[in-house]
């Protein structure tokens, strides 16, 4: 159990807090993928590794075929295993890899979807630890295996019936499904108009600067972006100059705006509870939190975050 438990836990970390799916959105998958008071099960996939693609400082692409049939989308969530020396995990640290040498050397952790086809995945990473590492490090035709459903898809989350503007927010490689999520939801035309603001420490870690300024030239009145770099002008909620960016077009209520929260789990957690006690529909927040669970959310940001979308949200929700 204590085996089991150590992938367990990781994907029991997404299930609780990588999404909170509105009111009419069902998980997909996530209820056959655990056995009861086991390890996670699910079927596992054979694919190779095609490329390494590097799109900025510390955060590559995988792109990932795989001559199966498959159904995935921007935001699921699943398994992705990759072949590693048993000997060598047990020399290395037996106990921090212990899941690994239970599973016959291959090292596995959740990740998420940003693009995928029938037959292939672009899976955005952050390189910090042995396992991206290694992903990061193998050439292509390595042998992979994935597997499991976690999640809603980011577009099957959003209800467009009923909104008129979509903004993503996201940290880091938060950004890499964001960008997947966007490209199917320009093939619609009835989607709504959608806003990224992408954050990151430092600026040589954008990731897709010139496509998405392609995008934005390309899809005028239907996508805009921006990156905000922190160690230039502060995190997104440091001021309420940044928060300005944000701010709705006039005409439009609390209700008409889906937000989408991706990445480090302060940003998002602080943006949730911020937009909530702005008054912000529930159904019209989804979130997925990548790292930094336990960070203790600033109460002072939260009250900034809520003044600023009130300040520019001059229709109540309904």
Known sequence: MKIAGI????????????????????YRGSSKVF??????????????????????????????????????????????????????????????????????????????????????????????????????????????????????????????????????????????PCVGAIEEALKDNSFPPVELYASYRNSDEIVYSKYLDDLQTNNPGKFSWQAIVSSETGRLSASEENLEVIAAPEGLGLDDTHYHLIGNGQLVSEFKTGLEKAGVPKDKVTVEMYFNHKAEANNDVIDRIADAVIATNAIPAN
């Open 7 to 26: 992938f367990l836990l990781m994907l029991q970390v997404m299930e609780s807090r990588a999404f909170a799916p509105p009111s009419k959105v069902s």
């Open 35 to 176: 056995a009861d008071g086991g390890p996670p099960q699910y079927d596992k996939i054979d694919a190779v590794l095609k490329e390494v693609e590097v799109l900025s400082k510390g955060s590559v692409m995988l792109h990932i075929y795989s001559e199966t049939t498959i159904d995935y989308k921007p935001g699921h969530v699943l398994a992705l295993e990759i072949e590693a020396d048993v000997e060598k995990l047990k020399s290395d640290d037996e106990k921090n890899n212990a899941d690994a040498i239970a599973n016959g050397g291959w090292m596995r952790g959740p990740y998420t979807v940003s693009r995928a086809t029938d037959n292939s995945l672009d899976i955005l990473i952050k390189v910090v630890g042995s396992k991206s590492k290694m992903l990061s490090e193998a050439e292509s035709g390595t042998p992979l295996k994935f597997g499991g459903k976690f999640k809603v898809p980011i577009v099957e989350g959003i209800q467009q019936d009923d909104t008129k503007r979509v903004v993503f927010i996201s940290t880091g490689v938060g950004v890499g």
